[in-house]
């Protein structure tokens, strides 16, 4: 296949195997099945830890989906989309798109650039002021939020949404966990973050209380009295060290604490080569902010890294004229192409001058006669065979400081009962906490992930916490979880809901006003792949990708610029159209146009709505497929006549 034309075949060398034969039921181009329409969830949005109605945000930015009166699109696609995911310019930056991964252009010439398209959205909508609507009714019910990362503040607009009240009990001294925290201020500018934060406390009926840690400044039997439920989202905010001999010396220390102190503005320069231990995240984080820091030679003992780290030095301002371009070193126990992080936050950090040493695993720390870390021995690994083995003599690698950047874990000291042996919380599907009746999680205390895991979660535990406070019972949870495109509600936008059904007897059902015809609902239950698509229909697009900065060795020390601009309206209408809509229609027209019986036809226009765009007349089909072969998306089946 050409890398620029590509071509559809439906089936492969060595396909020799006929169909079911009990789906193999044409006989003279004639069948007893018609088409009917089913809507399935994409593999963009399953991927998708938030859920997001992907697929239906981008039909609005590519104009399929039109907003009603003069509301802009922009903000008609503001509001689908964070439906599920209340940070669009902040994902847009630094969420590694999962879902980027899971859609199905990949098989034809690269995936659509959500992340790009989502951030163009949040910034239009920073920059035009837009606001959360505010509930329609109050519930009188009040939730304790232990925590203000991402998760907390989700849960605290999801809530809102429903009536409830919120109180966020964050035991730091602003709100924003992992990305005020722990992500580099370049990567989440925090204007931007602080926008995001404050759109979300706008709704009124949020309180916060910041410097306040559960179990030391409130306990949680307090908090079990004075409010209705509780959702845990404390995190995970205590990196762990380096756990080999002499891994506890002052200058060797965790990634949690190396981010944190850059982050409040105190670490502002190294003494000498750093080493960074990981393959994830956040040791890319921290080598990239190892380069653009620098370096200062022959520090005194308060001005070193060590010393701010524990509080008992710091660094002047004056001296950062003096940096140079830092010496830093990424060892990883692994093959790096096996490092779990972002391949393009690889890339950068290689690009900005970080060296990669792999396939070298961490023995002991060397230290000198004050007790500091002098050295790392490490012992070159093989894992050729699927095992790490020995691969050559131990060596030691000369540095000013260590870096352990391979996990994370939670802090319950003055908290009985909560977490595991593990230092997590245990939940079930509904993320009601397991044994705990009227606790909720979410986040990285249930297993570090992603941001928008997190924010998945949280969407997850308000629907329960909700349900718990209706005295609900908490039923178990859909098979495909998800913010999924809900036609009834875009007729009843579209003032064209169904008529109330009378429940009795009535023929002529197929022209009936109480019923939406020939349409099944299965996002909850199905996921459609490319198999099902006929993909035969798309040319090939390049993909509008975001100008990238080029920030290399050379200008990297203090650069804190992001490494992307964002896209340009047109730029993002354009990405959008890339969407191939898997298991919807697009409106492409083909099933209009190859039907030889003309059976099927375009709904009226004051009739349409996103879903609805074509009907059948099944006096004139004869079942052929034709139609279902020849559309793009897989959103029709023929199935009615015999389902």
Not at 67 to 78: G, N, T
Not at 374 to 392: I, R, Y
């Amino acid at each position: 296949m050409s890398d620029t034309d590509p071509t559809y075949r439906r089936y492969s060398d060595g396909d020799n195997e006929p169909y079911d034969w009990n789906s193999d039921v044409i006989n003279q181009g004639e069948s007893y099945l018609c088409p009917t329409y089913i809507q399935r969830t994409p593999p963009c949005q399953n991927a998708c830890p938030s859920g997001h109605d992907i697929r239906g945000w981008l039909s609005i930015v590519r104009g399929l989906d039109k907003p009603q009166a003069d509301k802009p699109w922009q903000q008609y696609a503001f509001e689908r989309m964070t439906q599920a995911n209340p940070f669009p310019s902040i994902m847009g930056r630094v969420c590694p798109a999962p879902c980027q991964g899971g859609c199905n252009r990949n098989s034809l010439d690269g995936f659509v650039g959500i992340n790009s398209i989502e951030q163009y959205i949040g910034d239009w909508a920073r920059e035009n002021n837009l606001a959360f609507d505010k509930p329609e009714a109050e519930s009188g019910k009040r939730v304790a939020i232990i925590g203000g990362g991402p998760a907390g503040l989700a849960a605290a607009l999801f809530l809102r949404r429903l009536g409830h009240n919120s109180t966020i009990f964050e035991a730091h001294d602003a709100l924003g966990g992992q990305m005020v925290f722990g992500i580099p201020g370049y990567r989440i500018p925090r204007d931007v973050l602080e926008d995001e934060i404050q759109r979300i406390l706008d709704l009124g009926g949020i309180e916060v209380q910041l410097n306040t840690r559960v179990g030391d400044n409130v306990k949680v039997e307090t908090l079990e009295h004075d409010y209705d439920a509780i959702f845990w989202s404390v995190g995970t905010v205590i990196g762990k060290l380096l756990r080999v001999e002499g891994g506890e010396a002052p200058n060797c220390i965790d990634g949690m604490t190396f981010l944190r102190s850059f982050n409040d503005g105190s670490l502002k320069y190294l003494d000498g080569r750093i080493l960074v231990i990981g393959g994830g995240d956040t040791a890319m984080d921290v080598a990239a902010v190892a380069k653009r820091i620098g370096e200062v030679a022959e520090l005194d003992h308060p001005e070193r890294p060590e010393a701010v780290f524990d509080g008992s030095g710091s660094q002047p301002e004056d001296r950062a004229a003096l940096r140079t371009d830092s010496d830093c070193w990424l060892v990883y126990r692994r093959p790096i192409e096996k490092a779990p992080c972002t391949k393009h936050e690889l890339e950068a950090c290689i690009t900005e001058g970080v060296e990669i040493h792999d396939s070298l695993a961490p023995l002991e720390v060397i230290l000198d006669e004050q007790g500091r870390a002098s050295a790392l021995k490490v012992q070159p690994v093989d894992w050729s065979s699927g095992k790490m083995e020995p691969n050559g003599e131990p060596f030691e690698i000369e540095c000013a400081l260590i870096v352990a950047a391979t996990g994370q874990t939670g802090d319950y000291d003055g908290i009985d009962g909560i977490a595991n042996e593990w230092n997590q919380i245990d939940a079930d599907r509904t993320m009601q906490v397991k044994g705990k009746q009227g606790h909720f999680v979410a986040g990285d205390a249930i297993d570090p992930h992603l941001l928008t895991t997190a924010i998945g979660q949280a969407s997850v535990a308000v629907q329960g916490i909700d349900k718990y406070l209706s005295g609900v019972s908490l039923d178990d949870r859909p098979k495909v979880e998800g913010h999924h495109f809900d036609l009834l509600q875009e007729l009843d936008e579209k003032s064209l809901s169904p008529d109330e059904y009378n429940h009795g007897s009535t023929w002529g059902t197929s022209s009936a006003k109480w019923s939406v015809h020939n349409f099944e609902n299965r996002a909850e239950a199905d996921v459609i792949n490319t198999n099902a698509l006929y993909t035969g229909h798309f040319d090939y697009e390049k993909v509008n990708a975001r100008e990238e900065i080029d920030i290399n060795v050379s200008n990297v020390l203090g650069s804190m610029i992001e490494r992307f601009n964002g896209l340009t309206q047109d730029s993002a209408v354009s990405e959008a159209k890339r969407c191939m809509s898997c298991g919807f229609c697009f409106e492409c027209d083909n099933c209009v146009i190859y039907c030889p019986q003309d059976a099927v036809t375009r709904v009226k226009k004051d009739e349409r709505v996103m879903g609805r765009y074509v009907e059948t007349d099944y006096a004139k089909c004869v079942g052929c497929h034709i139609c279902k072969e020849v559309c793009p998306t897989g959103y029709i089946e023929m199935g009615l006549g015999q389902y």
